[in-house]
């Protein structure tokens, strides 16, 4: 989606999610600059700046996103970036972070040229035209927890549990280097590195769908395509998950251990609201559990009495 301004979502919270992979030479001015900015501005979400380019997703509303993203293509000196706006009643994230990092999505691999060896792209509209061909291998690049909760009709899970692992498990799979190869992950930023390292590897026919599933479900209910995506779409903030309508989704969060929690989970022996759940119970030590129980005992006695904390849900009025 393109960032222009919608007077509709003037008095709206958005949510923008962005990359750009270009040569950064001074990710320190560029973190001032938004730090700055956003100093005292009621937005929250986490920017990552590398050398090799920057990677957002960010919360507020459309006037102070619009600001921040102006600030960061005249840095570029760029024109345009490519954004995924979604709407959100509340501001999904704790607070505002902006790191210094190695790579912008972890991947490990060194020498990765991306502009050389990034696959296709295929805008929605091919992509369901592909995916109608019985003889494509489609990989979906996300770890296992997102795929359990939606993915594409006979997509390959790679079985990973960060994306750094990707380049090792899938070669396990063994795919032709002559096969026809779909990928796709949440917002497109996995499926560049990914696409570039089979392309590297020999493997000619990569292609990859552009802006990723949250572009996808957006077109698809803008433009009324036949969507073939199944169940909810999970997002790395408070939404936990979204719909096919992009509104927020049926799961919600273990604060011990981030995991996404279906009704199910919610009614385990071993769920205790913001300390764990059944699938970290007996991960996390008694003194990460106990550093969760005084969190929790905080944010509960905080929200009893009506006062401001880190983890309130920022709603407009």
């Known amino acids: 989606m393109s960032n222009k301004n919608n007077s509709n979502n003037e008095n709206k919270f958005l949510v923008y999610s962005f990359y750009q992979f270009i040569e950064i030479n001074n990710k320190k001015e560029l973190k001032n600059k938004i730090d700055n900015y956003c100093e005292n501005k009621e937005i929250r979400g986490t920017i990552l700046i590398s050398d090799e380019g920057i990677n957002a997703t960010i919360s507020g509303v459309n006037k102070d996103l619009?600001?921040?993203?102006?600030?960061?293509?005249?840095?570029?000196?760029?024109?345009?970036?490519?954004?995924?706006?979604?709407?959100?009643?509340?501001?999904?994230?704790?607070?505002?972070?902006?790191?210094?990092?190695?790579?912008i999505v972890t991947m490990g691999v060194k020498n990765l040229d991306l502009k050389k060896n990034k696959g296709k792209y295929l805008n929605p509209s091919e992509w369901n035209q592909y995916l109608n061909d019985g003889k494509v291998k489609i990989i979906d690049t996300r770890n296992d927890y997102e795929i359990s909760i939606g993915k594409f009709k006979n997509s390959i899970n790679v079985h990973t549990n960060s994306f750094r692992e990707f380049p090792s498990k899938f070669t396990s799979i063994n795919i032709d280097k002559?096969?026809?190869?779909?990928?796709?992950?949440?917002?497109?930023?996995?499926?560049?590195?990914?696409?570039?390292?089979?392309?590297?590897?020999?493997?000619?026919?990569?292609?990859?769908?552009?802006?990723?599933?949250?572009?996808?479900?957006?077109?698809?209910?803008?433009?009324?395509?036949?969507?073939?995506?199944?169940?909810?779409?999970?997002?790395?903030d408070d939404r936990v998950t979204i719909n096919k309508d992009l509104s927020t989704g049926n799961y919600r969060q273990c604060y011990g251990c981030r995991r996404p929690l279906n009704k199910k989970d919610l009614l385990s022996k071993y769920y205790v609201k913001g300390i764990s759940c059944a699938k970290c119970f007996h991960e996390r030590s008694e003194r990460q559990k106990n550093n969760s129980r005084n969190r929790q005992f905080q944010i509960e006695k905080a929200e009893k009495e009506n006062l401001i904390h880190p983890f309130k849900k920022v709603r407009l009025n």
């Not at 497109?188 to 696409?195: H, Q, T, Y």
């Not at 990569?206 to 199944?230: C, D, H, P, R």
């Open 178 to 236: 002559k096969d026809k190869i779909l990928m796709y992950c949440t917002g497109g930023i996995r499926c560049e590195k990914a696409s570039a390292f089979l392309r590297l590897k020999g493997y000619k026919n990569v292609y990859q769908l552009k802006g990723g599933i949250l572009n996808y479900l957006n077109f698809a209910k803008e433009k009324k395509l036949n969507s073939m995506w199944s169940g909810e779409c999970f997002v790395f």
């Open 66 to 103: 619009s600001k921040v993203i102006n600030i960061i293509k005249k840095y570029l000196c760029i024109k345009k970036l490519d954004i995924k706006i979604n709407v959100s009643s509340f501001l999904p994230f704790n607070r505002m972070k902006i790191r210094l990092k190695k790579e």
